[in-house]
Nanobody, 127 residues
Framework: QVQLVESGGGLVQAGGSLRLSCAASGRTPVSYAMGWFRQAPGKEREFVASISWNGVSTLYLDSVKGRFTISRNNAKNTVYLQMNTLKPDDTAVYYC????????????????????WGQGTQVTVSS
């Protein structure tokens, strides 16, 4: 099973930026889509963004479109989430996840579609 480790979370003022990273290690699948989810206190975990294995296809939560950008570097087994113009509503624990698949263009967006999960990194946006 693949191990995922997130980094880059922290405290930032509204309007600021953060860049999250997620490094995969262990028995990584031949090809896998990657995604970011978040969970705020008292709320369910929600999809934020996903990227296909080949990086061609991406998918975003409507509320983050135009502010967040997901990208990946397969040579480094790493996926990134650049978050700009952050809002207090973005405050949550952010999780990365991997979904093994032979479809190089697949961008899964539901929790059951993902095989492996990281431990999460806290993002706090102050007003």
């Amino acid at each position: 099973q693949v191990q995922l480790v997130e980094s880059g979370g922290g405290l930032v003022q509204a309007g600021g930026s953060l860049r999250l990273s997620c490094a995969a290690s262990g028995r990584t699948p031949v090809s896998y889509a990657m995604g970011w989810f978040r969970q705020a206190p008292g709320k369910e975990r929600e999809f934020v963004a996903s990227i296909s294995w080949n990086g061609v296809s991406t998918l975003y939560l409507d509320s983050v479109k135009g502010r967040f950008t997901i990208s990946r570097n397969n040579a480094k087994n790493t996926v990134y989430l650049q978050m700009n113009t952050l809002k207090p509503d973005d405050t949550a624990v952010y999780y990365c996840a991997a979904a093994s698949s032979g479809n190089y263009f697949w961008t899964p967006q539901t929790i059951p579609e993902y095989d492996s999960w990281g431990q999460g990194t806290q993002v706090t946006v102050s007003s």
